[in-house]
């Protein structure tokens, strides 16, 4: 008998300019630095750091 693949992934997937999964307390939705928003570099191409969605998850608060 064999096992099927583990296919339950629950972790978010977190773009390179993320700083914490959503729902992490003390994080917050940001407009990426890098393509100001858009989801596009100068050349149209999507941003690595957001995906191309525009935003990225930054820690807030401070202390």
Same mark, same amino acid.
């Given at each position: 008998?064999?096992?099927?693949?583990?296919?339950? !992934?629950?972790?978010?997937?977190? !773009? $390179?300019?993320?700083?914490?999964? $959503?729902?992490? $307390?003390?994080?917050?939705?940001?407009?990426?630095?890098? %393509?100001?928003?858009?989801?596009?570099?100068?050349?149209?191409?999507? %941003? $690595?750091?957001?995906? =191309?969605? =525009?935003?990225?998850?930054?820690?807030? =608060?401070?202390?």
């Amino acid at each position: 008998m064999t096992i099927p693949p583990d296919t339950d !992934n629950t972790e978010p997937t977190l !773009n $390179p300019g993320d700083e914490a999964a $959503p729902g992490t $307390p003390g994080a917050a939705e940001d407009i990426c630095d890098l %393509c100001s928003g858009t989801g596009k570099l100068g050349d149209g191409s999507a %941003c $690595p750091d957001c995906g =191309g969605t =525009g935003r990225v998850m930054r820690g807030i =608060g401070g202390g």
